[in-house]
């Protein structure tokens, strides 16, 4: 069965890991960009779950840097403010899990929707950027949203994540980063909470509480082959240490990996160069 919150997730990775190797006008990166991501990844279906998921997509894939409308790969909505070292937008971006029908910790529960986050992003650049590449910080606070069940509110999340960015030779990027998914008690109960009609016996009932989601430390690289073509791919390991909801029945396990390797293809693109 098809994982539409993990197809979703796919897509804003691949935007994510083509964005920094794009090819430039002769004023900077284009105003625009169209393409293709394929992309295979073996993904835990939630943290906290035991169970993997193997996926093959190819996606397409479109990036707008405009003034204030972007779609930059990490997120598609409006820059509010900018500054040299800060950055302020908001919009829309894929949740952090997914799962339905066919996991078995979740069997007979309701299936997870099209989960979206909106809300607004905090990013703090720390210290002068260089062609090595420098460290950044996110302090992205959105709400989470079912586009399966008419947009209904399924709770907030904090997700702060530190990236340390470099580029070790002509045409490579690499990046590090550290971060948390921080839940209200709707959401981590959308996940991790059990209701009485829900229960079995080796599924109690369990009420969901508010705090720690999972820590989350990733790696990625992204290679540039020619003016179109680049190779990309990416580790994430997720850990329950010290997580709010670790005695709930749907956590199998404490630490969990995704693991995905990709090509990318620019189609088309803006001759006007755009604001970075």
Same mark, same amino acid.
């Given at each position: 069965?098809?994982?539409?919150?993990?197809?979703? #997730?796919?897509?804003?990775? +691949?935007? /994510?890991?083509?964005? @920094?190797?794009? /090819?430039?006008?002769?004023?900077?990166?284009?105003?625009?960009?169209?393409?293709?991501?394929?992309?295979?990844? !073996?993904?835990?279906?939630?943290?906290?779950? *035991?169970?993997?998921?193997? %996926?093959?997509?190819?996606?397409? &894939?479109?990036? &707008?840097?405009?003034?204030?409308?972007?779609?930059? @790969?990490?997120?598609? @909505?409006?820059?509010?403010?900018?500054?040299?070292?800060?950055?302020? *937008?908001?919009?829309?971006?894929?949740?952090?899990?997914?799962?339905?029908?066919?996991?078995? #910790?979740?069997?007979?529960?309701?299936?997870?929707?099209?989960?979206?986050?909106?809300?607004?992003?905090?990013?703090?650049?720390?210290?002068?950027?260089?062609?090595?590449?420098?460290?950044?910080?996110?302090?992205?606070?959105?709400?989470? $949203?079912?586009?399966?069940?008419?947009?209904?509110?399924? @709770?907030?999340?904090?997700?702060?994540?530190?990236?340390? +960015?470099?580029?070790? #030779?002509?045409?490579?990027?690499? !990046?590090?980063?550290?971060? /948390?998914?921080?839940?209200?008690?709707?959401?981590?109960?959308?996940?991790?909470?059990?209701?009485?009609?829900?229960?079995?016996?080796?599924?109690?009932?369990?009420? /969901?509480? !508010?705090?720690?989601?999972?820590? %989350?430390?990733?790696?990625? $690289?992204?290679?540039?082959?020619?003016?179109?073509?680049?190779?990309?791919? $990416?580790?994430?390991? *997720?850990?329950?240490?010290? #997580?709010?909801?670790?005695?709930?029945?749907?956590?199998?396990?404490?630490?969990?990996?995704?693991?995905?390797?990709?090509?990318?293809?620019?189609?088309? %693109?803006?001759?006007?160069?755009?604001?970075?």
């Amino acid at each position: 069965m098809t994982h539409r919150p993990i197809r979703l #997730a796919l897509l804003a990775t +691949g935007f /994510a890991l083509t964005q @920094g190797a794009h /090819a430039q006008t002769d004023e900077g990166p284009p105003r625009w960009e169209l393409g293709a991501v394929g992309l295979a990844v !073996s993904q835990q279906a939630y943290p906290g779950s *035991d169970q993997q998921l193997g %996926r093959v997509r190819v996606l397409p &894939y479109a990036l &707008y840097r405009g003034r204030w409308l972007r779609a930059d @790969g990490e997120t598609v @909505g409006l820059r509010a403010a900018r500054t040299a070292q800060w950055e302020l *937008d908001i919009g829309a971006a894929a949740s952090f899990g997914g799962g339905g029908d066919d996991i078995e #910790a979740r069997r007979g529960m309701q299936r997870l929707g099209n989960l979206v986050e909106f809300g607004p992003r905090l990013k703090w650049r720390l210290g002068e950027g260089s062609t090595s590449g420098g460290w950044r910080l996110a302090l992205p606070l959105r709400g989470v $949203f079912d586009l399966s069940d008419r947009l209904r509110h399924r @709770g907030w999340a904090l997700e702060p994540e530190l990236t340390r +960015g470099w580029r070790p #030779a002509e045409g490579w990027r690499t !990046s590090m980063s550290l971060g /948390a998914i921080v839940a209200d008690r709707t959401l981590a109960d959308t996940f991790y909470g059990v209701k009485t009609s829900q229960a079995t016996a080796l599924r109690p009932a369990y009420q /969901a509480r !508010s705090g720690l989601v999972a820590w %989350r430390l990733s790696a990625s $690289f992204n290679r540039e082959l020619n003016r179109d073509w680049r190779v990309f791919g $990416f580790v994430r390991t *997720d850990s329950l240490a010290g #997580a709010a909801n670790r005695a709930s029945p749907l956590v199998k396990q404490t630490t969990g990996t995704t693991v995905g390797l990709g090509v990318s293809v620019t189609l088309a %693109r803006s001759s006007a160069s755009g604001v970075d």
